[in-house]
Each structure stands twice: as C-alpha cells, then as structure tokens.
C-alpha cells in the first residue's frame, strides 16, 4: 500500500486563554558553563593558576514541558541562554587547553491551544466506586469485535466481580428496572439480564439522554425513581449474555434503543490529568476505514502503550458531534505519535493531548 496521511491534530473543545514565556537563565559563574576552555600557565614555583572561561550558548532546542492548556494562548516561546565569562590570570609562559562538550536533553511545550467549540459533553461520572475497577475494558471497547469473535459492541463494559455496588453515573429518572425476559431492550429478550435504564436530567440539544446498565445481579431502584449522581442503584452480575461478571454500560441518545447507542468514552468524565483521543480514518473517497490497528505512543516522557483498532462496520453510530470511527480514553496528557496499520504499511501522525478534552485526528490513507 502507498500510504498518506491527512491530518487535523489536538483539536480539542473548551478553550481558556493565557500566555507561557520561558526564562532566560543568566550564569554569572563560569565552572557551570557547558562547554568551557580552560587557559592555565605556570613558572617554575607558581602559586595555584586562575582560569579563563569562554562559554559558547547551548543551541535552542524545542520545550515540551507539560503546561496547563488553559494557561496557553498564542504562546511565543524563546529560549536563551547567554554565559559570560570573567576570571583573569596572571601572564603565564605556558598554556594548556582542555575541550569538554555536554549536551543537555530537550524538554517539550505544548502550542498555544487553537480555538475549540463545544462539542464535549463529559457529563457522566464512573458508574463504580472510587478503590474498584473505575477504568473501561480496552479489549471489548465501543464498536469492537474483539478480534472479530463478537458481534460490534454497543457499550463499554468495566470489569469488576459480582455483587459490586452499581452507581448513577448522572442524575435521572429511573425508566426499566428489573429483567428483559418479557420486553428486548438489546437484539433479543433476555440479552441484558438484569437491567437498569435512566434518563438523564440533561438533553443533548433538545433530546434525551439514557444510561443503560446490564447483566445485574441485584436491582436496587424502582422504575419513575428519581436518583442524584453517584446514588447505588444495583448490584452488578453475570445474568443475560455475558462471559462472565461485569457491569455493561450504555449511552443512548434520542431515544431507548438499541441502535440509537454513542460511544460512552466521550461522556464518562476523564481522571485528573487525562484526556481522550478520537479520530477518523478514512480513503481517498472518503470511506471509513474498518478495525485498522492503531497505536499511541508518548515521546516526550515514558508512558504505557495503548492501543485500539477503527470501529467495526458503520451499524453502530459515532458521536453526533466528532463522527469518529475510534476512540481511546484513559489516555495521560502529552505530546503523542499515533500510528495506524502495522508492518510495513503504516501511517504515523504527531498530536498534543490536552487533560479534560478530547484531542482530535483524521488520518486518510491511499491504496
């Protein structure tokens, strides 16, 4: 394949506007001067001889220390470093020159972040306590197959033992509670098992949004129960069409449907210092580009490697706002190299991260 690459990096929603300059370091001392020469001369009995120093500056080199985004707007960064030498010797007979070049490690800064509309909606909180398992599954993520040994994935599901306790991850009206024996809330009866619906106090421009919450081993609301955030709603299970015990969790806008489901990585509100990742992947013609592996590498500092593929098939929607066709959550904020393919067709771009937002790519690649 010959491969290129389109691509709209960080963008990103939700901008405050502020101003970083780097300092200019001034070293009135010459020992701590990369690199120094040293001139020393001697007579027959001398006493201890003084130096003369004469630094040369250390070249720029490009900042990437991770700053506040809100404290970022058309940023110009400058980096000087002006040495001065000034000890004098006596006058010597004798000169000796020693050369010592030490080079000192980049650091990164983030660019100055560019105008960003609306279009997050991090409403939700973790559906798990704070000391559980609080983090999504990234093997069977939102449009996956795992491998393709499963149907497209609906929701997101987080791994944790039955019987742990089940929160409102927003504030709502509780709409189904018990069994999908009699009525499919899924493909078929009896898919989620024990189940939980709410509708949340909050509209996306105009319509309704439902949390669904499947295979509970224990329902602990009533169906027109109001509930705040973070409320215990049930307990979670194995029951309906699962592969063991987990808590199944679903965003649904519009309507309470089955298809009318949205990636939930793009609500649940991110962790202190972390942000999300979504992008498009796309062909010349502008064709989506199905369960291509992607992988997300942190250069400017060491990092857990993550990684996803493109979402399988066009049956399951993408965000109304984004239109992805992946996403990855969970990810600390930093300057990034995302590739896409693996071997030897692969198609790399560079992109910030940004804590609290979500971080946008389109990557197109050529036949």
Known sequence: LALGVLALGGLVACQQAAAANTAVAQPTTAPTQPPPTLQSTATAVPPPPALVVTATPSP???????????ELTNAKMADEITPTAVADAPEVTETAVAT????????????????????????????????????TDKSYSYVSTRGGSLSPHHGVEFYVPTGTQVLAAASGTVIVAGSDADVAYGPQTNFYGNLVVIQLDSTLDGRPVFNLYGHLSQVQVSEGQQV?????????????????????????????????????LLWLYPFPDYGTVAGRIIRPNGSLVEEAPISLRRIDAPSRYLAATSY?????????QWQENFALDDVPAGYYEITIGSGKTKVTQELWVFPYRTSFVEIEIRD
């Open 60 to 70: 720029e080199l490009p900042s990437f220390a991770a700053v506040d985004p809100d």
């Open 100 to 135: 010592e070049t030490m080079t000192p490690p980049p650091t990164y800064t983030p660019p100055a972040l560019p105008f960003t509309s609306n279009d997050d909606h991090y409403w939700l909180q973790r559906p798990i306590p704070e000391g559980g398992t609080v983090w």
């Open 228 to 264: 705040a955030a973070l409320d215990p709603i049930a307990l979670s299970g194995a029951t309906g069409v699962a592969d063991g015990p987990h808590l199944h969790f679903e965003v649904r806008v519009g309507q309470n449907s089955y298809d009318s489901t949205r990636n939930p």
């Open 312 to 320: 399988a098939g066009t049956t399951v929607n993408p965000d109304d």
